[in-house]
């Protein structure tokens, strides 16, 4: 079945760039997101990627996309305190009644 | 705009009492969905309905029903609480389209004792 990977843990100063990772497996993947989820709150869609693309870019936020190797990630640029949160990679496959397949999330703490 | 409202915010059951989630969406969309999320595990899906009429089993449906009252509502029915079902529910759903974005709701968070 599908599996979506991502480090656990993120470390940044304020100010820096962060950087958060992830891998699937699922080849078929059409659609891959990044969803935010800070302390007490649900899921918030940050952004989203569509398989034939490569990179996209939001504001402060950059998504690469590596499709031969199954990589995605997410640059937070000049990283902000109130960027403190988990970050949720996931990705959609099966078509018209997707579903989406999450990673276990990255704890991104942002110290002054 | 409300977009996904999930009742209750928090719930406190004995084991073996049984209780329903309520999820209701005002943004027209036809799929609706129902993840836990628990410590180390991230979101699992335990059901789903694709459409009006329709439910499918998730990743971890058991212990769970749900109804798909209508197009607006989705609710999920813990008929005998178990402690394993202590978790953070989190109801969703999506319009087929442009990134078909899945949108969730705040969380119920239910503790099974």
């Known amino acids: 079945g599908e599996d979506v990977e991502q480090s656990l843990f993120l470390s940044v100063r304020e100010g820096d760039s962060s950087v958060i990772n992830c891998t699937y497996t699922?080849?078929?993947?059409?659609?891959l997101y990044w969803y935010k989820q800070e302390p007490g709150a649900g899921l918030q869609l940050l952004t989203y990627?569509?398989?034939?693309?490569d990179m996209k870019q939001d504001q402060r936020l950059t998504v690469l996309l590596n499709k031969k190797d199954k990589h995605l990630s997410l640059r937070i640029a000049d990283t902000q305190t109130g960027d403190s949160a988990i970050y949720f990679c996931?990705?959609?496959?099966?078509?018209?009644?997707?579903?989406?397949?999450f990673g276990k999330g990255t704890m991104l703490l942002v110290s002054p | 705009n409300a977009g996904v409202t999930q009742t209750p915010k928090f719930q406190v059951l004995k084991t073996g009492q049984s209780m329903t989630l309520q999820c209701a969406q005002d943004m027209n969309h036809n799929s609706m969905y129902w993840y836990r999320q628990d410590p180390g595990m991230g979101l699992r899906l335990i059901y789903y309905?694709?459409?009006?009429?329709?439910?499918d089993k998730g990743e971890v449906p058991n212990g769970y029903n749900v109804s798909r009252l209508n197009k607006r509502e989705f609710s999920l029915r813990l008929e005998s609480a178990a402690p394993s079902q202590t978790s953070v529910y989190f109801c969703?759903?999506?319009?087929?389209?442009?990134?078909?974005?899945?949108?969730f709701g705040e969380g119920s968070w239910l503790t099974v004792v």
């Open positions: 969703a759903s999506r319009l087929r389209g442009a990134g078909n974005t899945i949108y």
């Open positions: 309905s694709a459409s009006e009429g329709t439910t």
């Open positions: 699922d080849s078929s993947s059409t659609y």
């Open positions: 990627i569509f398989s034939n693309m």
């Open positions: 996931a990705e959609s496959s099966r078509g018209g009644y997707s579903t989406l397949t």
